[in-house]
């Protein structure tokens, strides 16, 4: 019997799609580094917004795709907007408090959430126990690359905790309200631009409230790093993303995400000179073990 949108399995090539998505997701991590320095956080988050807008609507004026047509998505697509822009101000503000590795096991909770919602809004999208099992291994997989977190050393380390926690929950909750609302009968395009249009004057409130400022002109390396998260991770790949979400299902796409902090650390090492553990590549057979459960057709 062949599956609907909402429980289809992932084919070789949304596999292969999803996969490209997570290596560009792990260079990204690096690209957040390597302009750090120069350009602060949430400022990084606001020009992404505001460039790939102009982007994303240039190439959906191109493909003469309908953008201001009257579908009944603005109330969710203003959701998601608040959704992706809540996402990224808990997360990078986060990492002024907690550490990188336990911002990164924090933040890869998010496919359980979308696992649990997606039996409350999506019921057709439901795993099986040896699903589940899959989803857990792989976790594992992350907490042995990243190491098991100790308890917070204080209440701000755990406030920063709390805050990529629930940076986690808002990127379920994006994926699942694209899933299950009309934002998945339009065009990827249109949801990215829904989300790009209302983070982008939040972030750079934001950054204004919390302080944040270029003091210089900043160099050629960050810049770069700023494009390539602006043009094509936010441009290209969360398009993709989003296309991917309305045609498979949630859950196994949102497992496929452990794959991108892996992906990180190779990154890391290849570009950053961060040194590999032997742990890692136990930890990436962890990872693959899990994808292989999660996504085996019953």
């Known amino acids: 019997m062949p599956h609907s949108p909402q429980s289809r399995p992932l084919d070789a090539l949304a596999i292969a799609v999803t996969i490209g998505l997570c290596l560009s997701w792990g260079f990204n991590q690096v690209a957040i580094k390597l302009a750090i320095h ?10 992404r917004s ?10 959906a004026r191109l493909r003469g795709i309908a953008l201001f047509k009257r579908d ?7 959701a998601a907007g608040l959704l992706f822009a809540v996402e990224f101000l808990l ?20 496919p359980f959430f979308v696992v649990v919602g997606s039996r409350l809004f999506i019921p057709a999208d439901h795993f099986y126990p040896s699903q589940w099992l899959g989803l857990a291994i792989a976790f594992v997989g992350i907490v042995i690359a990243f190491g098991l977190p100790t308890p917070a050393a204080d209440p701000h380390q755990m406030l920063g905790d709390l ?27 249109k949801t990215m631009l829904y989300q790009l249009v209302i983070s982008a004057p939040l ?15 900043p160099s050629a ?17 969360f398009v993709v993303w989003f296309a991917l979400i309305v045609r498979y299902s949630a859950s196994r796409l949102s497992a496929f995400t452990f794959l991108a902090p892996l992906f990180g650390v190779a990154a890391g090492h290849f570009v950053l000179n961060e040194p590999l553990t032997p742990a890692f590549a136990l930890a990436v057979a962890f990872v693959a073990m899990g994808l292989v459960l999660v996504n085996r057709l019953r």
């Open 221 to 237: 390396l960050a810049l770069g790093a700023l494009a390539y998260q602006t043009l094509w991770v936010v441009s290209v790949t």
């Open 163 to 189: 805050m990529v926690l629930g940076g986690a929950a808002a990127w379920g909750a994006t994926t699942l309200l694209v899933k299950a609302s009309p934002l998945s009968r339009v065009s990827a395009e």
């Open 203 to 217: 972030l750079a409130g934001a950054a204004f409230v919390f302080g944040e400022h270029v003091d210089a002109m």
């Open 38 to 47: 120069d350009i602060p956080p949430l400022i990084q988050a606001a020009v």
């Open 72 to 78: 009944s998505t603005l109330e969710a697509g203003i």
């Open 91 to 110: 997360i990078y503000r986060g990492l002024l408090w907690t550490t990188a590795t336990r911002a990164v096991l924090f933040l890869y909770t998010a």
């Open 50 to 59: 505001a460039v790939a807008t102009l982007a994303v609507a240039a190439y």
